[in-house]
């Protein structure tokens, strides 16, 4: 095998490469594991044949390296010359986020209940004792009448009840 024939057959298939593709297929060709080259520098018994190769692999490496990046300039160029931006055009809006899960759990569950045929009714989320605690038969001393379990403003009870699902037709 000559080497400077090698070089030279080397060195015009890379510079014959016109895109990133084909300079990867010259790269295998030619520096590859089974390229001629590898395995003539596999074979090698003496020095000067040797340093011969090697400076053929340095010259197709070298040559490789250098179109690699004259390409990549080229791609470079060729997308900012085509793909301009009108930087006065709007700009896309973003989305301005999301409802917190509980909503979203939430309006499931009304979702199911609606789908059952009930309703959603709005109350109040202050209650009187009187409907609260006498109405449901709930004793003085009733363990929801604590303190500690209840929230009392006034004459009136803080329930955290301001939903209710009811069947149409029934008492809210």
């Not at 790269?27 to 090697?54: P, Q």
């Not at 896309?92 to 759990?105: D, E, N």
């Not at 609606?114 to 009714?121: F, K, N, R, S």
């Not at 989320?125 to 709930?138: I, K, Q």
Request: proline share 3%; aromatic share 4%.
């Amino acid at each position: 095998m000559d080497p400077q024939a090698l070089q030279q057959e080397a060195l015009a298939a890379v510079a014959a490469a016109s895109t990133l593709t084909e300079l990867d297929d010259a790269r295998v060709e030619y520096l590859g594991r089974k390229s001629s080259l590898k395995l003539a520098l596999r074979d090698v018994r003496d020095r000067e044949s040797g340093m011969a190769l090697n400076a053929v692999r340095e010259a197709v490496e070298a040559a490789v390296a250098s179109r690699q990046a004259e390409l990549e300039r080229a791609e470079l160029d060729r997308s900012i010359a085509e793909d301009r931006v009108d930087v006065t055009l709007p700009g896309k809006r973003h989305p301005r986020g999301h409802s917190h899960l509980v909503t979203q759990v939430r309006r499931e569950v009304e979702d199911i209940f609606l789908g059952m045929g009930y309703e959603v009714v709005d109350g109040r989320e202050v209650e009187t004792t009187r409907y609260l605690f006498d109405a449901l038969n709930m004793g003085p001393n009733h363990i929801t009448r604590s303190p500690l379990h209840t929230f009392y403003v006034g004459e009136c009870v803080a329930s955290g009840v301001s939903r209710r699902y009811t069947r149409p037709g029934m008492i809210a």
